[in-house]
């Protein structure tokens, strides 16, 4: 499709707030609090992404003593008495850092971020240098677009080149991102891979179909009416 899908480019921020591996416990707690995020990409030299240091890699510290080994039956894991311990951004970081291309659609993106419960990704190149973010609230923009833009996709992109002969008659309305499709189609076949088609059509929350096929012709007799002659033969 032409208009869909959109992709991460469209929606990351390109102004990132970062943090160098040798960056203190303190410093990254500063830099949290003064840009409001909840985690912070982590880099080395060139820009490369190495791992993610979050608020909940930081929270270790508050809730552990660690003044000791954790005994046996005490709540936590010995990665999380671990990170009681760390002072920099390296011994903190999750890592591998979980990451995305600029050029991957919103729906793996945001398959990513439910796969791997994440609020935001990393933008990076093929290098694995970061380019730019992508939360949340990104992948929903393209449930902003307008009910009379998704229509004109739909209509273009699905109905007129799925049934070129039948579009006319195929009625597409929307209404609060919820697609309608009403009329009859030539080849019925194809009435589900429409509906899917337009699923995957930017900002579409669902899609109503009451599409049916050719309406049934009476059977043709061949060789004219039955006679009483032709009864008695």
Same mark, same amino acid.
């Given at each position: /499709?032409?208009?869909?899908?959109?992709?991460?480019?469209?929606?990351?921020?390109? +102004? =990132?707030?970062?943090?160098?591996?040798?960056?203190? &416990?303190?410093?990254?707690?500063?830099?949290?609090?003064?840009?409001?995020?909840?985690?912070?990409?982590?880099?080395?030299?060139?820009?490369?992404?190495?791992?993610?240091?979050?608020?909940?890699?930081?929270?270790?510290?508050?809730?552990?003593? +660690?003044?000791?080994?954790?005994?046996?039956?005490?709540?936590?894991?010995?990665?999380? &008495?671990?990170?009681?311990?760390?002072?920099?951004?390296?011994?903190?970081?999750?890592?591998?850092? *979980?990451?995305?291309?600029?050029?991957?659609? @919103?729906?793996?993106?945001?398959?990513? /971020?439910?796969?791997?419960?994440?609020?935001?990704?990393?933008?990076? %190149?093929?290098?694995?240098?970061?380019?730019?973010? *992508?939360?949340?609230?990104?992948?929903?923009?393209? &449930?902003?677009?307008?009910?009379?833009?998704?229509?004109?996709?739909?209509?273009?992109?699905?109905?007129?080149? /799925? &049934?070129?002969?039948?579009?006319?008659?195929?009625? *597409?309305?929307?209404?609060?991102? =919820?697609?309608?499709?009403?009329?009859?189609?030539?080849?019925?076949?194809?009435?589900?891979?429409?509906?899917?088609?337009?699923?995957? *059509?930017?900002?579409?929350?669902?899609?109503?179909?009451? @599409?049916?096929?050719?309406?049934?012709?009476?059977?043709?007799?061949?060789?004219?009416?039955? +006679?009483? %002659?032709?009864?008695?033969?």
């Amino acid at each position: /499709m032409i208009g869909s899908p959109h992709t991460v480019s469209d929606v990351m921020s390109h +102004t =990132v707030v970062a943090v160098g591996r040798d960056a203190s &416990f303190k410093a990254i707690v500063e830099t949290l609090r003064q840009w409001r995020v909840s985690a912070l990409p982590v880099l080395e030299g060139g820009g490369r992404v190495i791992g993610v240091v979050s608020e909940a890699d930081l929270l270790p510290k508050e809730e552990h003593d +660690t003044a000791g080994r954790p005994t046996v039956g005490e709540r936590g894991t010995l990665a999380e &008495f671990a990170k009681a311990r760390a002072t920099t951004a390296e011994q903190l970081m999750s890592t591998p850092a *979980v990451t995305i291309h600029a050029d991957a659609t @919103l729906g793996q993106a945001a398959r990513v /971020m439910a796969h791997a419960r994440l609020k935001r990704l990393p933008v990076v %190149d093929a290098e694995g240098r970061l380019t730019g973010l *992508v939360g949340r609230s990104g992948l929903l923009k393209v &449930f902003l677009r307008e009910d009379e833009e998704i229509e004109d996709e739909v209509r273009r992109e699905v109905i007129s080149s /799925m &049934f070129a002969t039948t579009s006319p008659s195929v009625e *597409v309305s929307v209404r609060d991102g =919820v697609v309608s499709l009403h009329g009859r189609v030539g080849a019925p076949e194809l009435i589900p891979v429409a509906v899917q088609l337009c699923r995957a *059509v930017e900002g579409v929350v669902d899609v109503a179909c009451e @599409l049916t096929g050719p309406s049934c012709e009476p059977p043709v007799s061949v060789g004219g009416p039955l +006679t009483d %002659d032709d009864d008695r033969a």
